[in-house]
């Protein structure tokens, strides 16, 4: 059974802080993905990563920065964070998708409730 | 590029109504659909999938059909219950993009006894 984690149901920050957020999965997946859910906005893309120490910008990069130093973890940093950054943060991981199979299904992590006070 | 709209919500009905929630998708080449779904406090679960045109996905009772032709991949599912309370999101993966995905903005599902 796949299984993402993260390291914080629920965290609250102050203005100003370094926040790190982890994710782990443990299915040897290649790719992993960052993603930020507001209400009405669905789902919003902030980095992936192909493999170890690789990494793409998504659409909304601004404010943030990863690590993939490993394999199986997934870092996110908000190096200075701000009020606008409250969000749920959900991590998710999957293997490449074939051309022959098409793609395979993300595996999501249960989320962090980031709260930047 | 590519990109999912879903229909808006929120939707509310009866236990044992008929669920259907409308989703097209803009995708050059062939994307394999997904459906996901959030229930409260969690994160979000693979519900189906299709990955060529006019495969069904199907689980749990619910059903969506891959129209190449209307660009589209509805929900749907004959008699709802009130544990499908959830939000449910449309997905895309375009072949040969690194498994990245677009979503819609999701469509939350109210179901009252």
């Known amino acids: 059974d796949v299984k993402v984690t993260q390291s914080s149901r629920y965290l609250v920050k102050r203005t100003g802080e370094k926040v790190f957020l982890e994710c782990v999965q443990d299915m040897d997946h290649e790719n992993m993905f960052w993603y930020r859910q507001d209400p009405g906005l669905g789902l919003r893309l902030i980095y992936f990563?192909?493999?170890?120490?690789?990494?793409e910008k998504g659409d909304i990069p601004e404010g943030y920065s990863v690590s993939r130093e490993k394999k199986e973890r997934f870092s996110l940093i908000l190096e200075s964070a701000s009020t606008n950054q409250t969000s749920m943060y959900l991590c998710?991981?999957?293997?490449?998708?074939?051309?022959?199979?098409?793609?395979?299904?993300?595996?999501f992590g249960p989320g962090t409730r980031l709260t930047v006070t | 590029g590519d990109s999912v709209t879903q229909m808006e919500g929120p939707v509310t009905l009866s236990e044992e109504a008929f669920l259907t929630i409308n989703c097209t998708y803009t995708?050059?080449?062939?994307?394999?659909l997904f459906w996901y779904v959030q229930y409260p406090g969690e994160g979000l679960q693979l519900l189906l999938k299709a990955t060529k045109a006019d495969d069904k996905g199907s689980n749990k009772g619910f059903e969506a059909t891959y129209r190449k032709e209307t660009t589209s991949f509805h929900l749907e599912k004959g008699s709802v219950q009130v544990s499908d309370s959830a939000v449910y999101f449309c997905?895309?993966?375009?072949?040969?993009?690194?498994?990245?995905?677009?979503f819609g903005t999701g469509t939350s599902l109210t179901v009252i006894p």
């Open positions: 995708a050059t080449g062939y994307p394999s």
């Open positions: 990563s192909y493999d170890v120490k690789m990494k």
């Open positions: 998710a991981s999957t293997s490449p998708g074939l051309a022959s199979r098409g793609a395979y299904e993300q595996y």
């Open positions: 997905a895309l993966s375009a072949r040969g993009a690194g498994n990245q995905f677009y």
